[in-house]
Nanobody, 126 residues
Framework: QVQLVESGGGLVQAGGSLRLSCAVSGRTFSNYAMGWFRQAPGKEREFVAAISRSGGMTYYADLVTGRFAVSRDNAKNTVYLQMNSLKPEDTAVYYC???????????????????WGQGTQVNVSS
């Protein structure tokens, strides 16, 4: 059974930083790209970032480029999202997800991801 467990969310002031972690079990972690998504109240789930299975390629939504950084540690089966210069509009529940197909470049569509974590709340105050 594949499980994803996120941690690291919380309340931070605008301009601050948070680091999210997502531990994955039940799958050969290094064979799969990983993604981060977020969902704010009343809005659809949106792509934030993705990382290739080796970590050599990263992809970002325009809204977070230059502020967020995705990384992974395949020895620890964990993917990270470092979030800097946070803004109130970054407030959302953040989810990590595993890409549906192994050995493949990730996409930005949530429909291409098959397993999801429970989400971790990030609140940015102004």
């Amino acid at each position: 059974q594949v499980q994803l467990v996120e941690s690291g969310g919380g309340l931070v002031q605008a301009g601050g930083s948070l680091r999210l972690s997502c531990a994955v079990s039940g799958r050969t972690f290094s064979n799969y790209a990983m993604g981060w998504f977020r969902q704010a109240p009343g809005k659809e789930r949106e792509f934030v970032a993705a990382i290739s299975r080796s970590g050599g390629m990263t992809y970002y939504a325009d809204l977070v480029t230059g502020r967020f950084a995705v990384s992974r540690d395949n020895a620890k089966n964990t993917v990270y999202l470092q979030m800097n210069s946070l803004k109130p509009e970054d407030t959302a529940v953040y989810y990590c997800a595993t890409f549906r197909r192994p050995l493949t470049t990730p996409t930005m569509s949530p429909y291409d991801y098959d397993y999801w974590g429970q989400g971790t709340q990030v609140n940015v105050s102004s």
